[in-house]
């Protein structure tokens, strides 16, 4: 029989901070910002998420991350990249652009995606008001991630500007994700 994980408030909402099954509504779990990107909930307890709390171990899936993405108009989920493992997202409300293979789609409400190991993709909010996406990707062993350079991505504030496999040499020009709900949050769909 698998034991219930033991929910706590980390500081921006509930997380898992021991291992087990547990039940939390996305109004009520923990998220995580970053300034030039999108807003988070991870559902898992990762470093981001407890920042400032060295006295809980993260729990993390291990064989499916979850999250939900809310992006701002024209601020991206992330940066351009391929992971070795399939993601797949549905759009749950607003509109965004995926720049996809060297494409740009644009996708609303209830539109899905579906990115097999080293498909090349990212969100940018896109439209009057903010994109929510549901975003689940498998996690392989050994897991990889590469961050390839593309001017259209760039174009978008969506891409790194020399390919790379590590996440901080990408990431470097943004801040760090930090604990927060993302902005206008009495405005979403689950408050």
Known sequence: MT???????VGTGLAPVTPGWFVVNAADAAWVRNAGLASRCVFES???VLQ??????EQR???LGIMLSVLEPGKPSGLYHAESAQEDFLVLAGECLLVIEEQELRLRAWDFVHCPA???????????GRCLI????GRSHPYATEYPRSDLALRHGAGAHETTTVPAEAYAPFQTWRPGRPPGWSD????
């Not at 549901?134 to 990707?137: E, P, S, T, V």
């Not at 979403?188 to 408050?191: E, F, K, R, V, Y």
């Open 3 to 9: 034991d219930e994980a033991r929910l706590e408030d």
């Open 46 to 48: 990762n470093p981001r």
């Open 52 to 57: 400032g709390r060295p006295d809980v171990q």
């Open 61 to 63: 899936f291990d064989e």
């Open 118 to 128: 080293g498909t090349e993709h990212i969100f940018v909010g896109a439209g009057d």
């Open 134 to 137: 549901f975003m689940a990707g």
């Open 188 to 191: 979403l769909p689950w408050a």
